[in-house]
């Protein structure tokens, strides 16, 4: 099966930068998601990992351990809007590539 | 960027009635939808993968006769409710991908059921 840990709740303040981790354990890794979600709204896509290592997006970077099964989510510059929640996913091949979303990390942006 | 849509975006139903919910993709052919539902605070849970022209992979714990679902065509799958129960209330969400390879999943704006 698979498992997937990250943080329930973050408070950071505007213009700092925070890092969400997440950890997850499945048996058919094939890349890992962040999604951002806001209060009432379907979650939108921020990255996608799979291969080890950082990807950087704008304010935005992700980064993959697969021998760790661990991923972070690094958001710079914070602004108020960014208050969300940070949603981590893992795509596994085995039954059919689905995709396996964590239970979420809410984030408070403080002024 | 691929667009899916859901409608209706909320619905309010009785407890015992049925409620139909359609996902669409607009603007490219989705050979596979995911049906997803999240409890306030909560995140998602997958509940059934559909691919066009196939019966829908159900998840554990998920009863495919109280949910079911259709994928008739490459743009649209439904999620039918069936004798909904105050329980069923929830935000109900698709998602579409090109093919079963892509990694790129879109999701719809989602569906509040509010069961009375």
């Known amino acids: 099966g698979q498992n997937i840990d990250q943080p329930t709740e973050m408070t950071a303040t505007e213009g700092a930068i925070v890092q969400i981790n997440c950890t997850y354990q499945?048996?058919?890794?094939?890349?890992l998601f962040w999604y951002q979600q806001h209060a009432g709204e379907a979650p939108t896509f921020l990255s996608y990992n799979v291969l080890d290592g950082l990807e950087e997006k704008g304010r935005f970077s992700s980064f993959l351990s697969r021998s760790k099964g661990y991923s972070y989510l690094l958001l710079k510059e914070l602004q108020m809007k960014d208050s969300a929640s940070y949603l981590c996913?893992?795509?596994?091949?085995?039954?059919?590539?689905?995709?396996?979303f964590g239970a979420g990390t809410r984030l408070f942006v403080k002024a | 960027g691929a667009v899916v849509s859901q409608h209706p975006s909320r619905v309010i139903c009785k407890s015992g009635t049925s409620v139909k919910i359609e996902c669409r993709s607009l603007?490219?052919?989705?050979?596979?939808m995911f049906w997803y539902r999240q409890f306030p605070k909560k995140s998602l849970m997958l509940m059934a993968t559909s691919n066009e022209g196939s019966k829908a992979t159900y998840e554990q714990g998920v009863e495919k006769d109280k949910f079911l679902i259709n994928h008739a065509s490459l743009t649209l799958s439904t999620l039918t409710v069936t004798s909904a129960h105050p329980e069923d209330s929830s935000f109900y969400i698709c998602?579409?991908?090109?093919?079963?390879?892509?990694?790129?999943?879109?999701f719809g704006p989602g569906t509040r059921l509010t069961v009375t």
């Open positions: 998602s579409a991908s090109s093919t079963v390879l892509s990694y790129e999943q879109y």
């Open positions: 499945t048996s058919g890794f094939n890349g």
């Open positions: 603007d490219f052919q989705a050979t596979t």
């Open positions: 996913a893992v795509r596994d091949r085995t039954g059919g590539f689905k995709t396996i």
